[in-house]
C-alpha cells in the first residue's frame, strides 16, 4: 500500500514538474528548455467534441473551430479551487477576445453548470459533462484543467489547477505555435 501511495505521489509531483516546464509560472516565464517542447504538440490524435451550450442551448463544440487554436478549461462548481480560475480567465478573455475559448462543466447538470458561469460572472460556451466523459476523454485529472490546443485541435499544453494569467498567454502561445 505504501509503494502505491509513493507510486503515486511521485507521478503527480513528475506530472507538475512537466507542467511548469511546458506552460511556465503566472508571469508567464517559461523554463528555457520549454521552448522546443512548447513546437511540438503533447498528443499525435486531435481531440473532438461537442454538446449543448448550457446558457444559449445552440450546440457547440471544437467542430465548429476548426482551423482555431482553442483554449478549454474544465471544471465543476463542487471544486474548491474552480472559482479561483474565473478572474484569470476573465481578463484573459477580455485581452484575447480572436482566441476561441470553451468550457466543460465536469459531471453536474446544466443548471448547476449555468449557475457556476453566473456567479463567476464569466460567459463562455459552456458544456455540462455530467458524467464525466469529456472530461475524461481529455485526460483530466484535477479540477480546474487549462488543455491550449493548438489549430489542429491537438494538446499543445495542458495546466493542471488554477491558471493565472501569464499561464494562459504562455499556454496561448504554445497552442498558436504547434
Known amino acids: 500500500m505504501l509503494v502505491v501511495a ?30 522546443a517542447a512548447e ?31 482553442v483554449v478549454v478549461t474544465v471544471w465543476a462548481s463542487w471544486c474548491p479551487a474552480c472559482p479561483k480560475q474565473a478572474e484569470p480567465l476573465r481578463r484573459f478573455a477580455a485581452a484575447h477576445k480572436e482566441t476561441a475559448l470553451f468550457a466543460v462543466d465536469t459531471q453536474e447538470d446544466a443548471e448547476a453548470a449555468k449557475a457556476f458561469l453566473d456567479a ?35 494538446v499543445a499544453s495542458m495546466w493542471e489547477g488554477p491558471a493565472g494569467l501569464g499561464r494562459l498567454k504562455t499556454g496561448l502561445a504554445a497552442a498558436r505555435a504547434g
Open 120 to 154: 463567476n460572472g464569466l460567459s463562455l460556451p459552456t458544456i455540462a459533462d455530467e458524467d464525466g466523459h469529456i472530461a475524461a476523454k481529455l485526460g483530466v485529472r484535477e479540477l480546474p484543467t487549462t488543455i491550449f490546443l493548438t489549430s489542429e485541435h491537438r
Open 6 to 35: 509513493l507510486v503515486a505521489l511521485l507521478a503527480g509531483v513528475a506530472a507538475a514538474a512537466a507542467a511548469v516546464l511546458l506552460v511556465g509560472d503566472d508571469d508567464g516565464r517559461a523554463a528555457t528548455s520549454a521552448a
Open 39 to 69: 513546437s511540438e504538440p503533447l498528443s499525435g490524435p486531435a481531440v473532438r467534441f461537442s454538446g449543448t451550450d448550457v446558457t444559449t442551448g445552440a450546440v457547440v463544440g471544437l467542430g465548429k473551430l476548426a482551423g482555431e487554436p
